[in-house]
């Protein structure tokens, strides 16, 4: 795990070069791309979100499209369309924009809902069917999508369907005054993107992608997985709570976060550190209860205070005599205690 840790500080240190002050934004992003998902980033104009996905591409030596959402956006030109060769008298398929390794779908909430759904068969399966053709995605393969979540004039809600697929919602959010003074001071003469170059090659991610699904999740911390995402699904605020896919999110997060931070294992707090940005956007809370300002991330909060985290047996082994697994054994002293406290 060492070298994924290594290679993530390397790749997050290179993007931080161009996105400055959001060092965990950036690694969340770089969780994503690890365990194979998609980012939202919902965030108001200016705070860096195209720059973020254009970063992450150049850093990693990826292909990159940028896929601007408008009202008479059609899923053709997203996905790509066949035209008729009048020389060689056949049908030509034409790529779309989605066909590219790293793709941002820049205020994908404007597209009309028949466009975003073009994207739920090329987040989920990595193809395209076009015209009773499948096409496959590249690989490695993460979409980039930003909202403005004050702006609703000529937006379209993103269905339910589409907010699951992605693995993460994050917020950039402003820079403090002194980050944004050394933003004024880098982009004097230059912008930092135009000289930012690769560290990392696409058959190394994809090394990477692979040793992360390799860290092991103790079955305690697999089941504090599902009885958090089940709370979502009964508590009294939320209307619909985190499908599967959120539980799933979960596991294959943790073990991305636990690499970056050089462990094998996963601990609860990984998943605690991810549960809000894993989940929240998952959940559709009660109209009574939006109308009282009851928000996602609040519920999420409340659970992780509320679930509790299984108690650590004693060290070494359990009473059925299973070895203990690292993190209840205190090889992670990391936050061990405060996990085991729920």
Not at 38 to 46: K, S
Not at 247 to 269: F, K, M, N
Not at 328 to 340: C, D, E, I, M
Request: charged fraction near 25%; glycine fraction near 6%; charge should be negative.
């Amino acid at each position: 795990m060492t070298t994924i840790q290594e290679t993530g500080e390397r790749v997050a240190s290179n993007v931080e070069r161009v996105i400055i002050g959001k060092q965990r934004e950036v690694r969340l992003t770089l969780v994503a791309l690890l365990c194979r998902g998609h980012v939202l980033i919902e965030d108001v104009p200016g705070t860096g979100k195209t720059m973020l996905a254009k970063a992450v591409a150049r850093s990693l030596n990826c292909s990159f499209r940028r896929i601007q959402f408008t009202p008479d956006l059609l899923p053709s030109d997203v996905t790509g369309l066949s035209i008729y060769n009048l020389k060689t008298q056949e049908f030509e398929f034409r790529p779309g924009p989605i066909m590219a390794q790293v793709v941002l779908a820049d205020e994908i909430n404007r597209a009309t809902p028949k466009t975003q759904s073009a994207l739920l068969e090329c987040m989920e399966e990595h193809q395209a069917t076009i015209e009773g053709t499948t096409y496959q995605m590249p690989d490695p393969f993460l979409v980039v999508a930003t909202q403005n979540p004050i702006e609703y004039e000529g937006t379209f809600a993103l269905p339910e369907a589409q907010l699951d697929r992605f693995m993460l919602r994050i917020r950039l959010g402003y820079p403090s005054q002194a980050d944004e003074l050394t933003i004024l001071d880098e982009q004097k003469i230059t912008h930092p993107l135009d000289d930012l170059q690769s560290v990392l090659d696409v058959a190394e991610l994809m090394e990477l992608q692979a040793a992360v699904r390799k860290v092991y999740v103790d079955p305690s911390v697999a089941d504090y997985i599902v009885r958090l995402t089940s709370a979502t699904r009964s508590h009294p605020d939320v209307y619909l709570g985190a499908s599967p896919r959120g539980s799933l999110a979960l596991y294959r997060t943790g073990q991305a976060l636990a690499a970056l931070a050089g462990r094998d294992y996963v601990i609860p707090d990984d998943i605690k550190a991810l549960a809000e940005v894993a989940l929240a956007h998952r959940l559709i809370i009660k109209t009574s209860s939006s109308m009282h300002d009851i928000d996602p991330r609040q519920v999420i909060a409340e659970l992780l205070d509320t679930v509790p985290v299984d108690s650590a047996k004693a060290k070494g082994t359990d009473h059925h005599g299973t070895p203990t697994p690292p993190w209840q054994a205190g090889a992670a002293t990391r936050g061990a205690s405060s996990s085991r406290a729920g």
